[in-house]
C-alpha cells in the first residue's frame, strides 16, 4: 500500500532533494511539502501521513518540537529528524520523540534503508 | 547590466547557498560541542549578498562599538576573505562560553586570541569546507588571524579591494552555556569568484534536485 509522507524543510531546494529521492526510491508513495512547522501541522489536522521527514534546523518551531507535536496528531507516524547537527543531545532529543536522526545531506540510500525499517515496522516486506 | 542585477543570485541560488551554509555550521556546532562539552547552538537565520560599502553599512548602523574578527583567506575556483564578526563587547563572553567560565579574568583576556582563533577557524572552516566538497572544489585555507576595529577597517584589508567586490553576509546566532552571541560571517569575494561560485550552484542544484520541478502546489 503506498503510504503519505510529509516532507518539512524551510530550504525549497532540500525538499527538491528529498522529492526526488523518494521519487526514485518510491514513485508511487504520495508526498506532500511544507516550509515550516505551522504549515506542517495545519496539514497534518487535515490528513493522515504515515511518514514524516523533518528538517532540524527551521525558523521558528525545530525539527524535534514539530516531532512531537506530530507524535501526539498521528501516534503511528514514522519520524525522522535531518540535520548536519549530529551533536549527542540532538540525536537523543529525537530518539526520546522516537524519531531517527538521519545525517543532512540526505542520500538516498540512508533514505532507502530508513523507509524499509518504516515498513517492516508497519508490517509491510 | 546594472551594478544590482550583476549582484544578484537567483532565488534558488540563495536557497541552496542557505543550505551549504547551515548545513556548514551545523557541523561546526558539532565540532564545538567536542571541544566545550556541552549543547552548542549555532544557526544561520539570514543570508543576503550585499556590497562591500553595503556591508561596511549594516555594521556601523547595528555596531556601534568595536568589532573583534577571525579573518582567513580562502584560494581556489572561489578566492576571497572570510570573516567571523562579533561586536567586541562579546567577545570576551565567547571566550567564557567556550572555556567554561570559571576562569579568573586576567586568564580568560590571555586565553581570548586562542580561543577566538580556534573557535573561528572551527565555524568558518565548517562553513568553508561544506561549500568547497558540496560543490565538488577544494579550497585553501590560511591560517586564522586576529583582526579588531570597525567595519571599513574589517572590508579595506590590504591589498586593497576591488570595487566591485561582493560580500556574502551571514548573520549567525551561537550560544552556549546559557549566553547568547550574536555574530556574522561575512565572505568577500570578487567579481570573477561570485560568476564561479553562481556556476557552481547551478550545477550543485542539478545534482541535487536535478529533473524535479517543483511541485505545483509546494510552497515557494
Known sequence: ?125 | MSDQSRLALGDLQIDALTELVNIGVSRAAASLRELVNQQVFLSVPRVTLVSRAEAIEILGTSEDKGLVAVHQIFEGDITGRALLIFPEINSLELVRAVTGGALPLEDIIELEQEALAETGNIILNGCLATIANMLHRSLKMSLPEILRGHGKDLFNLAPPPEAGDVVLFLYINFAVRERDIRGYIAMLMDMPSLEALRGLLDEFIERTAGGMAPEVNAPA
Open chain 1, 1 to 125: 500500500m503506498p503510504f503519505q509522507v510529509l516532507i518539512v524543510d524551510d530550504s525549497k531546494l532540500a525538499r527538491m532533494a528529498i522529492a526526488k529521492a523518494m521519487n526514485n526510491l518510491h514513485p508511487d508513495w504520495t508526498r506532500v511539502e511544507a516550509p515550516n512547522a505551522d504549515e506542517a501541522i495545519a496539514l497534518a489536522r487535515q490528513q493522515h501521513f504515515d511518514i514524516a521527514l523533518l528538517d532540524f534546523n527551521m525558523p521558528g518551531r525545530d525539527g524535534l518540537e514539530l516531532a512531537a507535536e506530530l507524535r501526539d496528531l498521528h501516534p503511528g507516524i514514522s519520524l525522522a529528524v535531518i540535520s548536519a547537527n549530529h551533536q549527542t543531545e540532538i540525536v537523543n532529543q529525537a530518539h526520546d520523540v522516537g524519531a531517527i536522526f538521519l545525517s543532512k545531506p540526505l542520500t538516498e540510500k540512508a533514505l532507502g534503508q530508513f523507509l524499509v525499517q518504516v515498513q517492516q515496522s508497519k508490517g509491510q516486506p
